[in-house]
T-cell receptor
Framework: GENVEQHPSTLSVQEGDSAVIKCTYS??????FPWYKQELGKGPQLIID?????GEKKDQRIAVTLNKTAKHFSLHITETQPEDSAVYFC????????????FGKGTTLSVSS | DVKVTQSSRYLVKRTGEKVFLECVQD?????MFWYRQDPGLGLRLIYF???????EKGDIPEGYSVSREKKERFSLILESASTNQTSMYLC??????????FGPGTRLTVT
């Protein structure tokens, strides 16, 4: 089955700096790669996702890149703000019936002002 | 907006008790999921359901069962709670294969 590795487990940056979180996956047939943000006391919420027919996707200060050959994908947050502080999870799956989304172990991002 | 509600935010139970965690969604999503979240282990799938009365085992189903009698409700059952089931439990729903909508979670402590 799919296995997703996520690094680093904790990341501290200064406000305004960039933050990068990296994930690798094992199932070459996986074709859907979402990123979730979990704020304190809340459930995770989807912030961006990418499908295997594209290599990069941007949404304002957030971008995700995918390298299918190397089986890794990354989340990039530019101009970080204190409200970006949260736990971030990457995930991977095949888009087909009976397959579940497999999550990485999470990265705790702290943005200090 | 999709709303996923979980019956309790905090729950304390004794070892050996039968525990019911309820999840209700209001968006007519066909798929529902139960995850367990532990520090350093991320989100691990316990069970999921693609339709009423249908269920599939996830990665860690041992010690748990589920029930889905109505489309909007998915229950997680701990038949005989043990201390190693102390955790945060998250319910999620989806329409199709993509975005999961998570509830706020239930923090269960088994003493």
């Amino acid at each position: 089955g799919e296995n997703v590795e996520q690094h680093p487990s904790t990341l501290s940056v200064q406000e305004g700096d960039s933050a990068v979180i990296k994930c690798t996956y094992s199932d070459s047939a996986s074709n859907y790669f979402p990123w979730y943000k979990q704020e304190l006391g809340k459930g995770p919420q989807l912030i961006i996702d990418i499908r295997s027919n594209v290599g990069e996707k941007k949404d304002q200060r957030i971008a995700v890149t995918l390298n299918k050959t190397a089986k890794h994908f990354s989340l990039h947050i530019t101009e970080t703000q204190p409200e970006d502080s949260a736990v971030y999870f990457c995930a991977a799956s095949r888009v087909q019936a009976g397959t579940a989304l497999i999550f990485g172990k999470g990265t705790t991002l702290s943005v200090s002002s | 907006d999709v709303k996923v509600t979980q019956s309790s935010r905090y729950l304390v139970k004794r070892t050996g008790e039968k525990v019911f965690l309820e999840c209700v969604q209001d968006m007519d999503h066909e798929n529902m999921f139960w995850y367990r979240q532990d520090p350093g282990l991320g989100l691990r799938l316990i069970y999921f359901s693609y339709d009423v009365k249908m269920k599939e085992k996830g990665d860690i189903p041992e010690g748990y069962s589920v029930s889905r009698e109505k489309k909007e409700r998915f229950s997680l059952i701990l038949e005989s709670a043990s201390t190693n089931q102390t955790s945060m439990y998250l319910c999620a729903t989806s329409r199709g294969y993509y975005e999961r909508y998570f509830g706020p979670g239930t923090r269960l402590t088994v003493t």
